[in-house]
């Protein structure tokens, strides 16, 4: 694990103190949860913006079977 130094100002470095004190877990541990948390919720923007980025990319393809056709394959071993 490696370690990491940010500033704060004096107001988060408060609340941080407090919510420290009333949830009984040291400041290290909350801050590393909301570092966890920042990271995942990036991630997800990442995959949601690489989704964006393909939709449609099928559109004008010709050489693919329709829709209706996979249906039939698809329904013929239902």
Do not use: C
């Amino acid at each position: 694990m490696t370690t990491a130094q940010i500033p704060l100002t004096e107001r988060d470095d408060q609340t941080l103190q407090q919510l420290s004190e009333l949830t009984g877990q040291s400041r290290e541990d909350l801050l590393q949860e909301a570092v966890r948390q920042f990271l995942v919720r990036h991630r997800y923007e990442e995959k949601l913006e690489s989704l964006r980025k393909g939709r449609g990319i099928w559109q004008d393809r010709d050489d693919l079977p329709s829709l209706e056709d996979l249906r039939k394959e698809s329904n013929r071993f239902s």
